[in-house]
């Protein structure tokens, strides 16, 4: 990060940031653009979070602990009669370590069935998922030919782009028409097309930096990113619940980390202040730069970040900030500018943006937006860009075509109903998640909505009774979370009706009366006057 100031321990905290002024004018690069946007109402923190009880927790241990004993007992028998195959020929290391074979084999694939499940249809509000059986308890599986009608509620498709939207899919099939299907290069080689170009300008404009680069995989962007702006003199401070990229790309970086509690920000404020003090370990030479890490919607937990308190902190303590927006970009604020229009919060007060098309743009591949002298340098340097193909024009063209209806460049008001959709979505299925007394984490404007089934009995339980009533979801577990905190997330999209919201909470309810998941019983009933008026 060119041009960034190592932190000072006596540096005076700077104002409060600007609040973004809907019909000011808005300075990017040199373009400047005065078009009145719509008034982002005052961001909501409400999380309804819950402590886990102790006697759930004792039978989700007690669960593990009995999958285990018998799991073991089975490895026992497995030393005196192994299946022909299965044992590791004389003078060979073993191609997994002893516990993660273990795993894969005693309890993932138990219910390896939950999962990568295959479909045949778009990801819109209604999948064509294709039966499957095993004959081999979870070993293998065979296609029945049938296909399970089922409402979507795993995609991240939040404002149904990834459906068939005329205007959007005959652009794209031009691009390929005129580009191709691939790149065949990376953009450091042989340049890249013009619609690359133009969506890393138009993608800065919308999240109000000066220039963008644009990377061919969302994951790869944090973790061929990272590397670029970071060294072995950087300080990251990174959220407990950042996503796998992020500390991926931290440690591929080589720099130092220190892990803060989960949104806790007076915790991250000791952490700052204990580092800038004591310095870098051994020497205790000043930090070249600090930087704060985070994310602007967490994926497994449907949280929304304090923004506006994070940039206080980075003012106060002259650091740096990267959001990665990979879940917030296009499905909140007012005009889905991601959580910097959510949270009052100028884009200028945020140093790098990050975030994905994968998502709210129905498409594939990330970008990093910052100022052009930070994305010039990892233009040249980061290793999407030196070692990848640049993103495939129909790829470029599904995204650029996206963000110009959501900013009504197409002639029409598509994307600011679909944005006002998906807010009403969010909102009336999580609240009605809440009203059946189940245990919901997350703010009402998150299209993200983990509902905690806690027992690992019950991950496989939910998911097997919700498909067999035409409802597909996805359900987490184990490492993805603590041992303790296994649950379904739901993801909404603009394209849900109410009446598929309304079938879906049907069934949910009549799972979770069978496998018994309403462990918020005081909650029952606590918003059916609300749930009315939506």
């Given at each position: 990060?060119?041009?960034?100031?190592?932190?000072?321990?006596?540096?005076?905290?700077?104002?409060?940031?600007?609040?973004?002024?809907?019909?000011?004018?808005?300075?990017?690069?040199?373009?400047?653009?005065?078009?009145?946007?719509?008034?982002?109402?005052?961001?909501?923190?409400?999380?309804?979070?819950?402590?886990?009880?102790?006697?759930?927790?004792?039978?989700?241990?007690?669960?593990?602990?009995?999958?285990?004993?018998?799991?073991?007992?089975?490895?026992?028998?497995?030393v005196f009669f192994p299946k022909?195959?299965?044992?590791?020929?004389?003078?060979?290391?073993?191609?997994?370590?002893?516990?993660?074979?273990?795993?894969?084999?005693?309890?993932?694939?138990?219910?390896?069935?939950?999962?990568?499940?295959?479909?045949?249809?778009?990801?819109?509000?209604?999948?064509?998922?294709?039966?499957?059986?095993?004959?081999?308890?979870?070993?293998?599986?065979?296609?029945?030919?049938?296909?399970?009608?089922?409402?979507?509620?795993?995609?991240?498709?939040?404002?149904?782009?990834?459906?068939?939207?005329?205007?959007?899919?005959?652009?794209?099939?031009?691009?390929?028409?005129?580009?191709?299907?691939?790149?065949?290069?990376?953009?450091?080689?042989?340049?890249?097309?013009?619609?690359?170009?133009?969506?890393?300008?138009?993608?800065?404009?919308?999240?109000?930096?000066?220039?963008?680069?644009?990377?061919?995989?969302?994951?790869?962007?944090?973790?061929?990113?990272?590397?670029?702006?970071?060294?072995?003199?950087?300080?990251?401070?990174?959220?407990?619940?950042?996503?796998?990229?992020?500390?991926?790309?931290?440690?591929?970086?080589?720099?130092?980390?220190?892990?803060?509690?989960?949104?806790?920000m007076q915790a991250l404020e000791?952490?700052?202040?204990?580092?800038?003090?004591?310095?870098?370990?051994?020497?205790?030479?000043?930090?070249?730069?600090?930087?704060?890490?985070?994310?602007?919607?967490?994926?497994?937990?449907?949280?929304?970040?304090?923004?506006?308190?994070?940039?206080?902190?980075?003012?106060?303590?002259?650091?740096?900030?990267?959001?990665?927006?990979?879940?917030?970009?296009?499905?909140?604020?007012?005009?889905?500018?991601?959580?910097?229009?959510?949270?009052?919060?100028?884009?200028?007060?945020?140093?790098?943006?990050?975030?994905?098309?994968?998502?709210?743009?129905?498409?594939?591949?990330?970008?990093?937006?910052?100022?052009?002298?930070?994305?010039?340098?990892?233009?040249?340097?980061?290793?999407?860009?030196?070692?990848?193909?640049?993103?495939?024009?129909?790829?470029?063209?599904?995204?650029?075509?996206?963000?110009?209806?959501?900013?009504?460049?197409?002639?029409?008001?598509?994307?600011?109903?679909?944005?006002?959709?998906?807010?009403?979505?969010?909102?009336?299925?999580?609240?009605?998640?809440?009203?059946?007394?189940?245990?919901?984490?997350?703010?009402?404007?998150?299209?993200?909505?983990?509902?905690?089934?806690?027992?690992?009995?019950?991950?496989?339980s939910f998911s097997r009774k919700?498909?067999?009533?035409?409802?597909?979801?996805?359900?987490?577990?184990?490492?993805?979370?603590?041992?303790?905190?296994?649950?379904?997330?739901?993801?909404?999209?603009?394209?849900?009706?109410?009446?598929?919201?309304?079938?879906?909470?049907?069934?949910?309810?009549?799972?979770?009366?069978?496998?018994?998941?309403?462990?918020?019983?005081?909650?029952?009933?606590?918003?059916?006057?609300?749930?009315?008026?939506?």
């Amino acid at each position: 990060m060119a041009g960034s100031r190592s932190p000072s321990p006596g540096r005076k905290s700077s104002p409060a940031s600007p609040k973004i002024t809907p019909a000011s004018p808005k300075v990017v690069g040199t373009a400047i653009t005065t078009k009145p946007r719509p008034v982002q109402p005052p961001p909501c923190f409400d999380e309804f979070e819950h402590d886990i009880p102790v006697i759930t927790q004792f039978f989700t241990y007690l669960s593990y602990a009995i999958i285990m004993l018998f799991g073991y007992t089975r490895e026992f028998f497995r030393v005196f009669f192994p299946k022909a195959g299965r044992k590791t020929p004389d003078g060979y290391a073993p191609l997994v370590r002893d516990y993660d074979d273990f795993f894969q084999r005693r309890l993932y694939r138990r219910i390896r069935d939950c999962w990568n499940r295959p479909i045949d249809s778009r990801p819109s509000r209604i999948i064509g998922v294709m039966e499957r059986v095993s004959h081999d308890y979870n070993a293998t599986f065979e296609l029945t030919g049938r296909i399970i009608p089922s409402i979507n509620l795993g995609s991240y498709n939040y404002l149904g782009f990834a459906e068939d939207t005329p205007s959007i899919t005959s652009s794209v099939l031009e691009s390929i028409d005129q580009f191709g299907v691939a790149s065949c290069s990376a953009a450091l080689e042989a340049g890249q097309h013009s619609v690359l170009t133009e969506l890393e300008a138009d993608i800065a404009d919308f999240v109000g930096k000066e220039d963008a680069v644009v990377c061919g995989m969302g994951f790869a962007t944090n973790f061929g990113g990272l590397p670029a702006l970071f060294c072995k003199d950087t300080l990251v401070l990174s959220d407990s619940l950042n996503h796998a990229s992020l500390v991926a790309g931290v440690r591929q970086s080589g720099c130092k980390v220190r892990v803060y509690p989960h949104n806790n920000m007076q915790a991250l404020e000791r952490i700052l202040r204990r580092e800038i003090a004591y310095g870098q370990p051994r020497t205790h030479k000043r930090y070249k730069r600090v930087v704060l890490l985070v994310e602007g919607i967490y994926s497994m937990e449907g949280i929304i970040i304090d923004l506006a308190a994070i940039v206080a902190l980075k003012k106060k303590y002259n650091a740096l900030l990267y959001v990665d927006e990979a879940h917030s970009i296009g499905a909140i604020g007012v005009s889905a500018r991601g959580v910097c229009e959510y949270c009052c919060v100028n884009p200028q007060d945020v140093d790098v943006l990050m975030g994905t098309f994968t998502k709210s743009f129905g498409s594939i591949g990330g970008y990093i937006a910052a100022d052009k002298s930070i994305i010039d340098y990892v233009r040249g340097t980061a290793s999407f860009s030196v070692m990848s193909d640049s993103l495939a024009a129909p790829c470029a063209q599904q995204a650029l075509a996206t963000l110009k209806v959501l900013r009504g460049e197409d002639g029409t008001d598509l994307g600011a109903r679909r944005i006002q959709q998906l807010a009403w979505n969010s909102k009336f299925f999580r609240r009605g998640l809440i009203n059946l007394g189940l245990t919901v984490f997350g703010n009402d404007a998150s299209p993200v909505i983990p509902v905690m089934l806690y027992n690992p009995g019950k991950i496989a339980s939910f998911s097997r009774k919700c498909l067999e009533r035409n409802l597909a979801v996805v359900v987490v577990g184990y490492p993805a979370t603590s041992l303790v905190e296994s649950r379904a997330r739901f993801c909404v999209s603009a394209c849900h009706t109410r009446e598929d919201l309304e079938q879906a909470l049907r069934v949910i309810k009549e799972v979770a009366e069978e496998i018994h998941i309403t462990y918020q019983p005081e909650n029952i009933g606590k918003f059916d006057s609300v749930l009315s008026s939506l």
